[in-house]
């Protein structure tokens, strides 16, 4: 059964810095593509990063809102995975979500999230 959690969330005044963690049960991590979602009060799921599989090379993707602040990470030893966020934003504030696959177009799974709140 595959279940995902995540953790690390927090408040941070805006320049910080998270890392959030995702620890993953009944699969084995390094053999999925995953990825980082988020949801902000009032707004649909945005997706925020995605590591490729260990066939993929582990390549890493970021929408343009993130590139260069999120960097997405798997520990495969640990079966857990990560999202750095740093120089972080008021409008990074939302639940976190990671996901074995595209979740805002209804496939894959997600966990249950962690809040994230960046004040200014």
């Known amino acids: 059964q595959v279940q995902l959690r995540e953790s690390g969330g927090g408040s941070v005044q805006a320049g910080g810095s998270l890392r959030l963690s995702c620890a993953a049960s009944?699969?084995?991590?390094?053999?999925?593509?995953m990825f980082w979602f988020r949801q902000a009060p009032g707004k649909g799921l945005e997706w925020v990063s995605q590591?490729?599989?260990?066939?993929?090379?582990?390549?890493?993707y970021y929408p343009l809102s993130v590139a260069g602040r999120f960097t997405i990470s798997r520990d495969n030893a640990k079966n857990t995975l990560y999202l750095q966020m740093n120089s972080l934003k008021t409008e990074d504030t939302a639940v976190y979500y990671c996901?074995?696959?595209?979740?805002?177009?209804?496939?894959?799974?997600r966990g249950p999230g962690t809040q994230v709140t960046v004040s200014s």
């Open positions: 009944g699969f084995t991590l390094s053999t999925y593509s």
């Open positions: 996901a074995t696959g595209r979740v805002d177009y209804g496939l894959g799974t």
């Open positions: 590591i490729a599989n260990d066939d993929g090379a582990n390549n890493t």
